[in-house]
Nanobody, 121 residues
Framework: VQLQASGGGLVQAGGSLRLSCAASGSIFSGNAIAWYRQAPGKERELVAGITSGGSANYVDSVKGRFTISRDNAKNTVYLQMNSLKPEDTAAYYC????????????????WGQGTLVTVSS
């Protein structure tokens, strides 16, 4: 397994969870890592990404609530999710990729298995 996501669960609205994405060294090193999510009946969307240098990007709906970080010594990326809302309910996937010169994220075909986040109202 090249990307392993964990940390999902059931939480009440307003609560917090921290997701982890452990990657093999060959995947982690030099690549951006991103979190996507997919809710039932909806398309997968990019939630947050972090470059190899540590620059973070977020979709507008999670700015100020989610924080992405990476621990290069552990080949792990974290997604700290605070003030969770029912609309954050989804399967969350981590992915390796890169940002182009315009700041757009592009996925490589390396995906974790997904971890389910359920936020109750």
């Amino acid at each position: 397994v090249q990307l392993q996501a964990s940390g999902g669960g059931l939480v009440q609205a307003g609560g917090s969870l921290r997701l982890s994405c452990a990657a093999s060294g060959s995947i982690f090193s030099g690549n951006a890592i991103a979190w996507y999510r997919q809710a039932p009946g909806k398309e997968r969307e990019l939630v947050a990404g972090i470059t190899s240098g540590g620059s973070a990007n977020y979709v507008d709906s999670v700015k100020g609530r989610f924080t992405i970080s990476r621990d290069n010594a552990k080949n792990t990326v974290y997604l700290q999710m605070n003030s969770l809302k029912p609309e954050d309910t989804a399967a969350y996937y981590c992915n390796a990729g890169f940002y182009d010169s315009r700041g757009s994220y592009h996925s490589y075909d390396y995906w974790g298995q997904g971890t389910l986040v359920t936020v109750s109202s």
